[in-house]
Structures are given as C-alpha cells and as structure tokens.
C-alpha cells in the first residue's frame, strides 16, 4: 500500500517559537495533501488542503498566518506552526490522496509547546 | 456540511467475539473509508468503500449509500484489534476532502 512519513515524530518547543513539520509521500505523487489535528480521545479535524503549487486552502475558523502550508512539490507538503503557544499543542497528522480519492496518513507528530 | 454518527461510542470484547461498528452519514457521498488508529495514533486504512462489499480477512464491510450509512465487521476478534475505529466520508466535487466520524473505541480482552 502506499507510504506516507512523516517528521519529526515528536516535538517541543518554547512557546513562541516556529516549528515545521515534513509529510512526504514515499511511493506515489500527491497532488493534494492534507493537514489535520487530533485532540486527546478525539477525532480528527481538517485544517486544510494543500495542493501542489497553489495557495493552501483553509478550514473555517484556522488561522492562515498561525499554521503556514507549503507544498512545494507532488511528494512534500510542509507545516509551519508559527509563534508557538501552549493551546497549539496537539497530534497533527498528515494524508495524501492518490489518484482514486484514497487518503492515506502519516504517522503523526506529536507538538508539545512549553 | 455533512455529518458522520459512528456507534456504540466504545465496545468491550472478549477475545474470539464477533462485533458490527455503524457509520451513518447525512448527504450522499462519494468517498467512504474505515481506519483503525493503533494506540500510537498511526491510522491504518482498512476499506475504501463508497458502496458494495468488501472483504479483507477478519474484516469486512458494506455500504449502502442509498440509505446513508455504511458498516464493518469484525470476526473472531483478537487483542490486536483494540483501538479507534474511525468512519470517514467525503463528497461532492471536493470528494477527497474527509469529514471524520467521532471514532469507536474498541477494547478486546483476552
């Protein structure tokens, strides 16, 4: 089946700081990807879209300029989580869809901001 | 937008039960599919399955898309199955965009 890594698998960061996190599709090109983020015990929620060399586009109620998106090419999109705050702690996953709609995911990173 | 019910919320199995998780969805769609999120929170695909039957195994799973909800079936279940099972459906022309059920959690005992 399809691969789709991600990194780095955990992180923690002072808060006020940026991180960026790296979803890669290894065995097939991806002209979207997408970002989502998973509370403890909860489901998953999608934060955007990303499609290869065009703008991200974004969920209701994300902030655009706290959670940057780069899909700079059809097997890397990146997460930029900028000036880290202690609410933006959480699990985000990534996922690719391949050329019939199926979404494949990341193994997730988990962001600890202090 | 488009809603997703999975029940029960959480089930206790004892090891070698046979157990059926629901998905209902409240518009037509075009995209479905069933994860399993293991306990280190990687989602692991099972079906993709907008309509019919399919089998894999111990699992299986059926849509039926004209009555807006799909199911999946475990056999003879065994400790590894424990985790979150999520239904996913998407639709319309952003089909590929998935609105995520709120999961059911499965714990089998041994």
């Known amino acids: 089946g399809a691969v789709v890594s991600q990194h780095p698998s955990w992180v923690i960061c002072k808060s006020g700081t940026s991180v960026k996190i790296e979803c890669r599709s290894l065995?097939?090109?991806?002209?979207?990807m997408f970002w989502y983020r998973q509370f403890p015990k909860q489901s998953l929620m999608l934060m955007a879209t990303s499609n290869e060399g065009s703008k991200a586009t974004y969920e209701q109620g994300v902030e655009k300029d706290k959670f940057l998106i780069n899909h700079a090419s059809l097997t890397l999109s990146t997460l930029t989580v900028t000036s880290a705050h202690p609410e933006d702690s959480s699990f985000y996953i990534c996922s690719a869809r391949d050329r019939k709609y199926e979404q494949y995911f990341g193994p997730g990173t988990r962001l600890t901001v202090t | 937008g488009i809603q997703v019910e999975q029940s029960p919320p959480d089930l206790i199995l004892q090891e070698g039960a046979n157990s059926t998780l629901r998905c209902n969805f409240s518009?037509?769609?075009?995209?479905l599919q069933w994860f399993h999120q293991n306990p280190w929170g990687q989602l692991i695909n099972l079906f993709y399955?907008?309509?019919g039957t399919k089998q894999n195994g111990r699992l299986s799973a059926t849509t039926v898309a004209t009555e807006r909800y799909s199911l999946l079936y475990i056999s003879s279940s065994q400790t590894t199955d424990s985790g979150v099972y999520f239904c996913?459906?998407?639709?319309?022309?952003?089909?590929?965009?998935?609105?995520f059920g709120g999961g059911t959690r499965v714990l089998v005992k041994p």
């Open positions: 518009d037509s769609v075009n995209n």
């Open positions: 399955i907008p309509s």
């Open positions: 996913a459906v998407g639709s319309g022309a952003a089909g590929n965009k998935l609105t």
């Open positions: 065995d097939f090109q991806a002209t979207t």
